[in-house]
C-alpha cells in the first residue's frame, strides 16, 4: 500500500478541517456508510493541501500587482495566477461587464453583431480621481566589468565553495603535521637531502599580465591611427616629422593606446626577425614620441614598450650586414629612449625600474654576449644605476677597456680567452669609445670612500 507523505499540519492553516468536511457535504461526497467516509487524516491533509495551494496563488498574484504597479490585488491577477498554474477559475464569476451587441444589416442581407460604442467625456475623465499608468521604466547596471561581477541585486553571485573545518579536528590535525615533519627531520633520506639542496636554486621570476580590456574607438580615432602609423613609417619626412609631433602633442590618445602599444610590439617584432633596420628606427622614434607626451600614462603598455626597447638596445642582429648598416644609431636612439622612459613613467614603480636594470645588467656581465650586446647597455646602466650598483660594475668596465684596447690594437689574441670574430675590431672600437665617454662621469657620481682607484690606472686612461 502506497503511503502519501503531506505537508506538516500548521497551526496557521487558513482552511481547518471542519470547513473542509463542509465542503464534503456540500458537494456530497462526504459519504454516509463507514466505507466510504473520509478519515479524520484525510481531512488533515486535504486542509494542508489547500492551504500550500491558495499561499501560492496569492504570491503569484502578488506578483502580478507588483509589476502592474496596483495599489491592491485585483481580481485578474487572481485570475491570472490561476491559469498559470493551470487551475480551473471558479464558475458562476464574471470579471468583466458584457458589453451590448448591436446589430448591423450588411449588403449582403446577413446580421453583423458589433459592440455598442459610447461617447465619453474628456472632462469626466479629466476630474476622475483614478490615476492614470506610469511609463515603463528601465535601470541599466553592469552585469560583468572586466571579468568581475558587480554586486548589486540584480546580479546573481556565484557561489563559492568553501571548505568548513571543525574547530576540534584542528589541534588534531596540526599534531600529525608536527609529527610528521619531525620524522623528516630526523632522517637523513632522499626527501631531507632534495629539500637541502633545493634552497639554493633560484626560482624563475613569473610575472602574471593583466590583458588590456578591447577599447572601442570611433571611427574618425580610426582613421587618424592608420593614418600617423603610415606617416611615420612612410617615405615622406615632412610628413613623418608632422606624425611624431601629433604623437607628442596630443591629448586625446589615452583610450588609442593599447592598440598603438600593440601595433609597436608586433612591427619592431617583426621587423628584427626580417632585419630591416630603417622601420625599427622609425618605430622607436614613435615610441620616443609618445614617451615625451605628457598628457599620457603608459603605465599599463609598458610590458610592451620596454621589451620592445631593450630588443632594439641588446638584440644580436639587427641588420641584415652589421659590418656595412649603422646598427649602432638605433642601439643609441633606443638608449636614450630607454632611459627617458623609465625616468618620466617608471618613478612609482621602482620594480620594474630594478627589473630593466637586472635584465641590462646580465647583458653587460656575460663574458658569451658580443661586444655590439654590451654596447647597447652602457648608456642605460650609466643613467639607471645608482652609485652603490656603478661601483659594483667597476671591475668589469676595466676589464672591457682592456679588451677592446688589445683587439682595437691588432694584437694577436687568443681566440678562446677573448671574443675575436671577423668585425670584431670595429665593435671593440665602438664599445671602447662609449666605455671611455661614460666612465668619467660614472666614477664622478660615486661617492667617495665606495672605492679607490689607483694612480696609475687613471693616467693610463687619461680621464683627470
Not at 504570491?59 to 498559470?84: F, P, T, W
Request: some cysteine.
Amino acid at each position: 500500500m502506497a503511503v502519501f507523505h503531506g505537508p506538516s499540519v500548521s497551526a496557521d492553516a487558513i482552511y481547518d478541517v471542519d470547513r473542509i468536511k463542509l465542503f464534503a457535504e456540500t458537494i456530497g461526497i462526504a459519504g454516509g456508510s463507514s466505507e466510504e467516509k473520509i478519515t479524520h487524516q484525510a481531512y488533515n491533509l486535504l486542509a494542508e493541501e489547500l492551504t500550500e495551494i491558495m499561499k501560492k496563488i496569492i504570491i503569484d498574484a502578488n506578483k502580478y500587482q507588483i509589476h502592474g504597479r496596483h495599489s491592491m490585488m485585483k481580481v485578474a491577477d487572481l485570475e491570472q495566477a490561476c491559469i498559470d498554474r493551470t487551475i480551473k477559475l471558479p464558475m458562476g464569476y464574471v470579471l468583466h461587464e458584457e458589453k451590448e451587441l448591436r446589430a448591423i444589416t450588411n449588403s449582403s442581407g446577413s446580421d453583423l453583431y458589433v459592440h455598442e460604442e459610447s461617447d465619453i467625456e474628456i472632462n469626466q475623465v479629466l476630474q476622475s480621481t483614478s490615476k492614470f499608468p506610469p511609463p515603463v521604466r528601465f535601470r541599466c547596471h553592469w552585469l560583468a566589468h572586466e571579468g568581475e561581477i558587480h554586486p548589486v541585486s540584480e546580479n546573481l553571485v556565484p557561489y563559492k565553495d568553501v571548505s568548513i573545518e571543525v574547530e576540534d579536528q584542528k589541534p588534531a590535525k596540526k599534531i600529525i603535521a608536527r609529527r610528521d615533519t619531525a620524522k623528516i627531520l630526523q632522517g637523513n633520506g632522499p626527501w631531507s637531502l632534495y629539500c637541502t639542496l633545493s634552497r639554493d636554486i633560484p626560482h624563475q621570476e613569473n610575472v602574471a599580465i593583466r590583458p588590456l580590456p578591447p577599447a572601442s574607438l570611433s571611427v574618425e580615432k580610426q582613421a587618424y591611427l592608420k593614418s600617423v602609423m603610415e606617416a611615420c613609417v612612410g617615405a615622406h619626412d615632412p610628413l613623418r616629422v608632422a606624425a611624431l609631433h601629433s604623437l607628442e602633442t596630443d591629448t586625446g590618445l589615452q583610450d588609442a593606446l593599447p592598440i598603438l602599444s600593440n601595433i609597436i610590439k608586433t612591427g619592431i617584432a617583426a621587423n628584427v626577425v626580417q632585419r630591416c633596420l630603417s622601420l625599427l628606427i622609425y618605430l622607436v622614434r614613435v615610441i620616443r614620441s609618445l614617451s615625451l607626451n605628457k598628457s599620457l600614462v603608459l603605465e599599463p603598455v609598458l610590458h610592451q614598450l620596454l621589451p620592445s626597447l631593450l630588443t632594439c638596445c641588446i638584440g644580436q642582429s639587427l641588420c641584415g650586414r652589421p659590418e656595412t648598416d649603422n646598427h649602432w644609431a638605433l642601439r643609441d636612439f633606443a638608449s636614450k629612449t630607454l632611459v627617458i622612459l623609465v625616468n618620466g613613467h617608471v618613478k612609482d614603480l621602482p620594480s620594474t625600474r630594478q627589473r630593466v636594470i637586472r635584465s641590462l645588467r646580465r647583458v653587460f656581465e656575460d663574458k658569451n654576449c658580443s661586444y655590439a650586446m654590451i654596447y647597447g647597455t652602457v648608456l642605460p646602466l650609466s643613467d639607471l644605476m645608482s652609485a652603490k650598483e656603478k661601483a659594483e660594475l667597476y671591475p668589469r668596465f676595466n676589464e672591457l677597456i682592456e679588451e677592446c684596447r688589445l683587439i682595437s690594437s691588432g694584437q694577436q689574441i687568443d681566440p678562446h680567452e677573448l671574443r675575436f670574430m671577423p668585425g670584431s675590431r670595429e665593435e671593440a672600437g665602438r664599445l671602447l669609445s662609449v666605455l671611455m665617454k661614460q666612465m668619467e662621469p660614472m666614477m664622478r657620481s660615486m661617492r667617495p670612500g665606495i672605492i679607490t682607484y689607483p694612480v696609475e690606472h687613471t693616467r693610463r686612461m687619461n680621464i683627470f
